[in-house]
């Protein structure tokens, strides 16, 4: 019987690992922040941080800080990377300093050798990495000064860009990037308020890269979507005990029934226009699936910087006689120069809108996706 | 004709020469006792003669035919198998075990049918262990096991037996039922048994019972002699074959039958002076 | 009489298990809403006009239950095969490496190609590859006994899962690597009655193949040597029954991915219920195994509006009533 007690270890091991990941969660439910203090900020984790006297050399092990670091102009002092920053076609052709950065880390861990030889001043990391307390140790051993990012709703993304803007030492373009997200939030909210009872307002189901997985409650893309004047179907119900994976059944999706079908994965829309079980759907029998678009990031992804934009575009789509006034072409150039000095051609922009075509695969090809070779995205276990 | 004939005989493992030229045949209703030490290459032999090795060189025939060739499925319609020490894993009931004894007059895909399952329950019936039939054979003791596996040989309706050490582990009353089984069997039903056995006793059980018996002494991968019990047993060569001495006594059981018996008497320490 | 009870019961119990299957879910179907969507067969009919129920009763729940009963079905019974064969009770499908095979192909087809449709295809291949591997490991020593067969499928099984490990760790965190891990997890969500048909052929083979050859098993199970003695020709029956196996576990892997314990669990459950003859073993390990998964599955649905991994439930589920079974049945005999 001595597989079977060790398969039961396996799974005792799980669940308590499980629950201690879940309590931890728990015991730092904000997730963030930074609190102005002197010449210091406090991090995710609470810690405080001295900031060094001299930034020149950055390290951005979470993508999201990188976007960051490169829209408030220091995109050449990015020193180390993820591997996901170098794959944003946008991002890189924008900033080619980037693909000289190396990149400590590929998946989870962080190659603490590799970052060390890049000699960051300031390391920006994902909260989780930095609950590693073996990985904390070794970065303080190595000397490395790092800061944890996380944030699950817009004001605190936006607390995260003053904090990232504080240590880098770019205040004033972080706080201007506030005022605009603001901005964008006020201007929807406050035409969707005067002129969209609540009871009128369209449900939207927020595909997030495979079509049964969804932003759940408590999180950045089910902020931005309802601050987009729509209610994300998950924010209204509980959807059990157990999220695994954020992946939602199909039963409980016809259940939500979507006036509206959000997905920010290339392909995805169509894979749910064509399957049936996805057809008694409103969305889908009204023909109101659609494509997020893709620009540095993809909008309205967990960690995206164009959530701005991204909540300007989902009201247009979802309202369009009332926000006839929103140019997105407008905008997206508007955007991109003001925030990344980049001057998109009519043709770029057409492609974010899209989008398709903004992500380079892992073998560095663009990606390529024609009709029928994304049918394999149904299938997603 | 003989059922079993091997001319010649000879095999090795890589270079190793386990036997080299053995000849011995087997009649229809006789007992043919192979009796050797530890190691002499008496299981490699049988082995050979079951298929499950190749002779290197020599004659082999079955029922007169080249075997050589033989599919597992030919050789087991000839020849049943009772091996010295079976590994028990699953609790199959015994009558389940004594039915996989008829898996050689099968088909490829067939399951045996209630005809089969009949002729187990007879097999059962006749070594004398029916109450058995429904046990889980995991809870039977060592005698037991060994009646079931004679069952089991009994229905693949063979004309030849190979038994391997068929009383060994056995308790004394164990063993004398086994031997009695094997000598009605013989009897009524005309078998053939080609026996390895460590005890050259069995062969004078054998004999004292009227069943034409022969032995073969085994040794360094050739026969020392081969034939008549009476012939060829004496103390001469019980000491080149096992290296002892040993007395050749005569007892008379209740029937009057008279009945040879070795006594192992003492090691011999300078062999080779 | 009492045997055509015993085959009654074997076929009707997946039926009835489906049956229930359809009624039940999040979103809410009475009865006669799961009967009238029933009556209306879609392939003789415009299947869009009916409507919500019908696509739920056809397009979700029907595929789905039907998936899970073929799936629970063949890693059943290649768990019992593989017990049978290699003389253990305590191998199931995951021994020669087949399932890490089966995961290492899928994964890798899913770095290679970005699609999970290739998955399907490279997950057969490399679960006959790691069976191969497995075998001539096994055949180092000119032998084909159990213990080297399964030593082979030991150490197979964990280059494959190294490589899958690998595979993981190249794989791209944002897209590759969550399908990867969700595929091999196990999952019936997806499923579609083009899956059906496609794996249900090696799967049908697989099973059939063992049904037919189930006699056969039995006596393999006597060890080598007996079996050849019994007339049995040893390499070729063992290799019938190590094929059919493995195409009934890889052809599940495929549709469901790595769902554990069901080929540990159901053949030990039958074998307590009516002992080990696997010529009635196999049949009711295949209908014990069909339900199973599709009460599992049931479970799945019906716990939260996600989707709970099989394989999570089937330890949660499987492991507590093993338990509660090898207490009644005192451990002694199955």
């Known amino acids: 019987m001595k597989i079977i007690t060790r398969k039961h270890k396996h799974i005792w091991q799980g669940l308590i690992s499980g629950i201690i990941a879940f309590s931890i969660s728990l015991a730092n439910p904000s997730g963030v922040l930074a609190v102005e203090a002197g010449n210091s900020v406090v991090d995710a984790l609470g810690r405080r941080v001295d900031i060094p006297d001299t930034v020149e050399r950055i390290g951005c092990m979470y993508a999201f800080t990188g976007h960051v670091v490169a829209m408030l102009g220091k995109a050449d002092k990015i020193v180390a990377v993820s591997n996901g920053l170098k794959r944003d076609i946008l991002l890189t052709s924008m900033f080619p300093a980037i693909q000289r950065a190396v990149v400590p880390k590929f998946q989870g861990a962080v190659n603490i050798e590799e970052l060390t030889g890049a000699a960051p001043d300031i390391v920006f990391i994902q909260a989780q990495t930095g609950r590693d307390s073996a990985m904390a140790d070794k970065m303080k051993a190595c000397g490395l000064t790092w800061i944890a990012v996380d944030f699950n709703n817009m004001a605190q993304q936006r607390e995260v860009i003053g904090m990232i803007g504080k240590v880098i030492g770019a205040t004033e373009k972080a706080d201007e990037y506030n005022r605009y997200y603001i901005r964008c939030i006020e201007q929807i909210q406050n035409k969707i308020e005067a002129e969209i009872p609540a009871r009128s307002r369209l449900r939207v189901y927020h595909s997030t890269v495979e079509p049964n997985r969804t932003s759940l409650k408590n999180s950045l893309s089910s902020d931005w979507i309802n601050a987009a004047g729509v209610i994300n179907v998950t924010s209204q119900e509980s959807t059990g005990l157990l999220n695994v994976n954020d992946q939602a059944g199909m039963e409980q999706i016809l259940l939500w029934n979507p006036d509206i079908i959000l997905a920010n994965e290339p392909g995805v829309a169509d894979i749910i226009r064509k399957n049936p079980q996805w057809s008694p759907i409103t969305a889908v029998k009204n023909d109101r699936v659609y494509q997020l678009p893709i620009g540095i990031s993809r909008w309205g992804h967990p960690g995206s910087l164009e959530t701005p934009l991204a909540i300007l575009w989902t009201a247009k789509t979802v309202y369009p006689e009332k926000f006839q006034h929103i140019d997105m072409r407008h905008q997206l150039r508007h955007f991109y120069k003001l925030f990344f000095n980049y001057d998109l051609s009519d043709n770029m922009i057409t492609q974010i809108l899209s989008g398709k075509g903004m992500r380079l695969k892992k073998s560095g090809k663009k990606e390529k996706k024609e009709k029928g070779q994304e049918d394999g995205y149904s299938d997603m276990h | ?273 | 009489m009492k045997r055509v009870s015993l085959y009654a019961a074997v076929c009707l119990a997946p039926i009835i298990c489906i049956f229930l299957s359809l009624c039940m879910g999040r979103y809410p179907l009475g009865l006669s809403d799961v009967m009238n969507a029933l009556g209306n067969v879609p392939l003789w009919t415009d299947n869009s006009s009916f409507g919500i129920n019908h696509t739920i009763i056809w397009e979700i729940r029907l595929p789905r239950a039907i998936l899970g009963a073929m799936v629970g079905a063949c890693l059943a019974v290649s768990g019992v095969a593989f017990q049978g064969l290699f003389r253990n009770p305590l191998v199931s499908s995951g021994i020669l490496g087949v399932s890490s095979g089966a995961g290492f192909g899928a994964a890798l087809a899913i770095l290679l190609f970005n699609t999970v449709a290739a998955a399907y295809p490279f997950a057969l291949v490399f679960g006959m590859l790691a069976v191969v591997c497995s075998y001539l490991i096994g055949r180092l020593y000119r032998t084909t006994s159990a213990i080297m067969l399964v030593l082979g499928g030991v150490i197979v099984s964990s280059v494959f899962a190294a490589l899958l490990s690998f595979v993981k760790y190249v794989a791209d965190p944002y897209e590759q690597l969550p399908a990867i891990v969700f595929w091999l997890m196990g999952s019936l969500a997806s499923a579609r009655y083009s899956d059906i048909l496609i794996a249900g052929i090696p799967m049908s083979i697989g099973v059939i193949g063992l049904l037919a050859i189930r006699w056969q098993i039995n006596v393999l199970s006597m060890g080598d040597r007996e079996a050849q003695a019994l007339g049995i020709h040893t390499s070729l029956s063992k290799g019938i029954v190590i094929f059919c196996a493995t195409l009934a576990t890889a052809g599940a892997v495929c549709v469901s991915g790595v769902i554990g314990w069901i080929g540990l669990v159901i053949p030990h459950i039958g074998r307590m219920l009516i002992g080990n003859d696997n010529r009635i073993l196999i049949p009711v390990s295949l209908s014990l195994g069909a339900c199973f998964l599709i009460l599992v599955d049931i479970l799945s649905r019906i716990i939260t509006g996600a989707e709970i991994p099989l394989g999570i439930l089937t330890a949660l589920v499987g492991g507590p009533f093993f338990v509660y079974l090898l207490k009644k049945t005192k451990g002694g005999d199955w």
Not at chain 2, 63 to 90: C, N, S, W
């Open chain 2, 1 to 273: 004709m003989s059922l079993v004939t091997i001319r010649d005989a000879s095999f090795s493992y890589e270079t190793k020469q386990i036997f080299s030229r053995i000849s011995f045949s087997v009649e229809k209703g006789e007992i043919f006792c192979l009796i050797g030490p530890n190691g002499c290459g008496k299981t490699t032999l049988l082995d050979c003669v079951l298929g499950f090795h190749h002779f290197h060189s020599g004659k082999f025939q079955l029922m007169g035919k080249d075997a050589a060739g033989f599919r597992p499925g030919r050789v087991a319609r000839l020849i049943a198998y009772v091996p010295q020490i079976h590994e028990r894993t699953f609790p199959y009931l015994v009558r389940e075990i004594v039915t996989m004894g008829r898996s050689a007059h099968l088909g490829f895909f067939e399951s045996p049918s209630r005809k089969d399952r009949t002729m187990a329950e007879e097999a059962l019936e006749r070594i004398g262990i029916r109450h058995l039939s429904s046990c889980p054979y995991t809870q039977l003791s060592g005698g037991e096991l060994q009646l079931v596996m004679i069952a089991r040989a009994l229905v693949q309706e063979t004309p030849v037996i190979i038994m391997d050490e068929p009383t060994a582990h056995l308790d004394f009353r164990y063993e004398l039922v086994i031997m009695e089984v094997i000598t009605e069997l013989v009897k009524e039903r005309g078998l053939s048994v080609i026996m390895a056995t460590h005890f050259p006793n069995h062969a004078f059980y054998f004999q004292s019972k009227q069943i034409q018996t022969s032995i073969a002494l085994f040794n360094n991968g050739r026969f020392l002699a081969a034939g008549e019990p009476e012939s060829i047993m004496d103390e001469n060569s019980l000491r080149e074959l096992y290296g002892i001495h040993a007395d050749i006594i005569s007892l008379t059981d209740a029937d009057g039958k008279t009945m040879k018996h070795i006594i192992p008497v003492s090691t011999i320490k300078d062999m080779d002076a």
